[in-house]
């Protein structure tokens, strides 16, 4: 199994900056995608940015720019640092896994990210 714990989520002002951390534990092998996720209020979950195994990144047309994924292997800790942050970006951030070997999404259980105006 995999546990995802997310850190990081506080209150901050439009412009501000935030780093959510997502600390991996268990059986962390054959981890093919590593992503942040944000569900806004009466939104569906959106995919905000991902990570390969290979250091490959991909983000949201909304969030280029100005938001940075990375991911530290020795640590099991992947990363999002978010920088001018707008009210749009509030929402709940969730960390999520693919393991490839066993085809299971492992999710965490979410950090509230509000940016006020």
């Known amino acids: 199994q995999v546990q995802l714990v997310e850190s990081g989520g506080g209150l901050v002002q439009a412009g501000g900056s935030l780093i959510l951390s997502c600390a991996a534990s268990?059986?962390?092998?054959?981890?093919?995608?590593m992503d942040w996720y944000r569900q806004a209020p009466g939104k569906q979950r959106e995919l905000v940015a991902s990570i390969t195994s290979n250091g490959v990144t991909n983000y949201a047309d909304s969030v280029k720019g100005r938001f940075t994924i990375s991911r530290d292997n020795a640590k099991n800790t992947m990363y999002l640092q978010m920088n001018s942050l707008k009210p749009e970006d509030t929402g709940v951030y969730y960390c999520?896994?693919?393991?490839?070997?066993?085809?299971?999404?492992?999710w965490g259980q979410g950090t509230q990210v509000t940016v006020s105006s």
């Open positions: 999520h896994v693919f393991q490839g070997i066993t085809g299971y999404n492992y």
């Open positions: 268990g059986r962390m092998f054959s981890i093919n995608f």
